[in-house]
């Protein structure tokens, strides 16, 4: 059984920064995929990052491209996603997950987190 865990959210204003934290149980991590994904009252589901299990290759979402750092810490069992110079259109809930492929293919993730809410506003 695999369970994630994020946090990290909360209200920062434009041009703050944030990092998101997502915890996996166990080694059952180990050689799996991690990705975030935002969902925002009345607009689709955005892939945001993903990982590879090395940490050697990344996506980012072009929304988010030259904001935002996904990095993870094998040893924690922990995949990261620092967002900077937020931008009110990046308030979503944000939601980590596990791939056994590297792919943006939601269905491709059998395990995902609660989310963790992030608000950008003035």
């Known amino acids: 059984q695999v369970q994630l865990v994020e946090s990290g959210g909360g209200l920062v204003q434009p041009g703050d920064s944030l990092r998101l934290s997502c915890v996996a149980s166990?080694?059952?991590?180990?050689?799996?995929?991690g990705g975030w994904v935002r969902q925002a009252p009345g607009k689709e589901r955005e892939f945001v990052a993903a990982?590879?299990?090395?940490?050697?290759?990344?996506y980012y979402a072009d929304s988010v491209k030259g904001r935002f750092t996904i990095s993870r810490d094998n040893a924690k069992n922990t995949v990261y996603l620092q967002m900077t110079s937020l931008k009110p259109e990046d308030t979503a809930v944000y939601y980590c997950?596990?791939?056994?492929?590297?792919?943006?293919?939601?269905?491709?993730?059998?395990?995902w987190g609660q989310g963790t809410q992030v608000t950008v506003s003035s």
């Open positions: 166990g080694r059952t991590f180990s050689g799996y995929v």
């Open positions: 990982i590879t299990s090395s940490g050697i290759s990344t």
């Open positions: 997950a596990r791939s056994g492929l590297y792919t943006t293919k939601e269905g491709a993730y059998d395990y």
